[in-house]
């Protein structure tokens, strides 16, 4: 039961997220929203390692360090720092100045075809089979059919933004197959995992204030608590959450969070800010829901014979 209500929690805030982002767009920023959001979930992540203190026990049973004190470890948590949250939540509150929050969180649903291509194409960690590679591209085509390229003459504000989101969740893709090539292996505890993964992109942040956090600011209850929503849960509490469904469930039974969060996104900007679709925004959403169950191994192409 604490599994599934992590999972569930987890799924809301991080489906969430986009009607946070368009709500604190009203106030502050995309460059604030995404600096707000990375120191405040790194100082969430920071009290509770400090108070728990995890460790992870060494070839000799003794605990190792809480954090890890090999100099390569922090330039690849460096590398992932910009590709974790730097780019992406900057591109995504970016893009959100342009496009409704139910359609960036439908491209956030891409994230899978992303890291498959990723950690097929430019890691190598990962091999696809045929009906994989036949969900790649049915993602491909549904996001072209999301785009609809057959309305745009020139690059307009809401094509552009949703190139945003694709190269956020291309960022996503390029984490994942970059964690699982120099870090995954590496033995550091779940949450100091996290807290470095978010803590190290708050001090890349930090460095970048003058040009992020710098501007008129018009806070109200709205704006503010959705700063500080997207920032301790979607950026902070979520990620323990999902240590915690990835250790009692694996990568494959946690990964299904793709398909909640967008059902979460487009309920959630439908009936609290109105927003509307499309024809082929939610034809193209189907595509790339069935393109990620066949890229995830979940659906298949036909049947393996039995070997008698």
């Known amino acids: 039961m ?21 709500v604190a767009l009203g106030g502050v920023s995309f460059g604030q929203v995404a600096w707000s959001r990375v120191v405040l979930g790194a100082l969430a992540l920071g009290v509770i390692v400090a108070v728990t203190r995890p460790r992870v026990p060494g070839v000799d049973g003794t605990p190792g360090p809480v954090l890890p004190r090999e100099p390569i470890v922090w330039v690849h948590f460096l590398v992932v720092s910009f590709t974790t949250c730097v780019i992406p939540y900057l591109c995504f509150a970016w893009a959100e100045q342009y496009v409704s929050s139910s359609l960036a969180s439908i491209y956030n649903a891409t994230t899978p075809i992303m890291t498959a291509l990723m950690a097929t194409l430019v890691f190598r960690v990962e091999r696809l089979g045929l009906s994989r590679w036949v969900g790649v591209g049915v993602g491909i085509l549904g996001v072209v059919v999301v785009i609809g390229p057959w309305q745009y003459h020139a690059l307009t504000g809401s094509l552009a933004g949703q190139l945003a989101c694709l190269v956020a969740t291309a960022c996503y893709g390029f984490t994942f197959g970059y964690q699982r090539k120099f870090l995954s292996h590496r033995p550091i505890a779940p ?9 190290v992109s708050a001090v890349v942040m930090l460095a970048l ?7 008129p600011i018009e806070l109200d209850w ?3 608590l959705s700063l500080v929503a997207l920032g301790v849960l979607g950026t902070g509490l979520a990620y323990i959450w999902n240590i915690n469904v990835l250790r009692a469930w694996g990568p494959t039974g946690t990964s299904t969070v793709t ?18 679709f499309s024809w082929h925004e939610p034809l193209g ?24």
């Open 191 to 199: 949450a100091t995992f996290a807290f470095l993964s978010i803590g």
């Open 285 to 308: 959403a189907l595509l790339v829901l069935v393109g990620i169950l066949l890229a995830q191994g979940r659906l298949r192409l036909g049947r393996r014979r039995s070997v008698e």
């Open 2 to 22: 604490s599994t599934w209500l992590q999972f569930l929690a987890m799924g809301l805030v991080w489906g969430a997220s986009f009607l946070f982002m368009k």
């Open 209 to 215: 204030t003058p040009w992020l956090a710098i501007g």
């Open 222 to 224: 709205a704006v503010g």
């Open 259 to 276: 398909y909640v969060t967008p059902v979460v996104g487009v309920a959630l900007g439908v009936l609290l800010l109105g927003e509307r």
